[in-house]
T-cell receptor
């Protein structure tokens, strides 16, 4: 039972263009969403997050959009750079309760072509 | 300020042996999470600990796996009698407070022969 789904395993974009990474979730108890970036042989690194009370959060080249009614979020990277090539994980948590554990999707491998 | 430290980075064990994975959280962090990543999968939650307490172990396999976070020293994830299916990357994360941002270590890659 996968509660966080990243249905596209990979994405390739040209340098300078926009990268759009999608994520869907099924658990309506999730109220906090995060994106992590991961390079091979390293741990995930936090990128950007959004609370369920918002529909957009922006940080530099990275913007996350949340559509609660559709249970869908997306990460936009613009302009994309070759250094952005990595695996991107969408994660969610239900901060209320006794445990803020993260539930991850399977990840999307982003390749940015020079 | 050192980040989350995990050791060893790579661990090879034969079937039936024990594996001990260590995690030192960031300075000042008292919340530790362990996650496992199987090949081609996302990270899956295993256990959440605070100092000397297991808060949630709902993601831990019922047998052979245990975790601790003593008052002094690193958190330990222990796998007894390893099997090939235990081969995975094991990541530790720490946070300063409940619900706070989780910072991940580099992981321990366990290979069971």
């Amino acid at each position: 039972d996968q509660q966080v789904k990243q249905n596209s395993p990979s994405l390739s974009v040209q340098e300078g263009r926009i990268s759009i990474l999608n994520c869907d979730y099924t658990n309506s108890m999730f109220d906090y969403f995060l994106w992590y970036k991961k390079y091979p042989a390293e741990g995930p690194t936090f990128l950007i997050s959004i609370s369920s009370i918002k529909d957009k959060n922006e940080d530099g080249r990275f913007t996350v959009f949340l559509n609660k009614s559709a249970k869908h979020l997306s990460l936009h990277i613009v302009p994309s750079q070759p250094g952005d090539s990595a695996v991107y994980f969408c994660a969610a948590s239900a901060v209320t309760g006794a445990n803020s554990k993260l539930t991850f999707g399977k990840g999307i491998t982003l390749s940015v072509r020079p | 300020n050192a980040g989350v430290m995990q050791n060893p980075r790579h661990l090879v064990r034969r079937r039936g042996q024990e594996a001990r994975l260590r995690c030192s959280p960031m300075k000042g962090h008292s919340h530790v999470y362990w996650y496992r990543q199987l090949p081609e999968e996302g990270l899956k939650f295993m256990v959440y600990l605070q100092k000397e307490n297991i808060i949630d172990e709902s993601g831990m396999p019922k047998e052979r796996f245990s975790a601790e976070f003593p008052k002094e020293g690193p958190s330990i994830l222990r796998i007894q009698q390893v099997v090939r299916g235990d081969s995975a990357a094991y990541f530790c994360a720490s946070s300063y407070s409940f619900g706070g941002e989780q910072f991940f270590g580099p992981g321990t890659r366990l290979t069971v022969l």
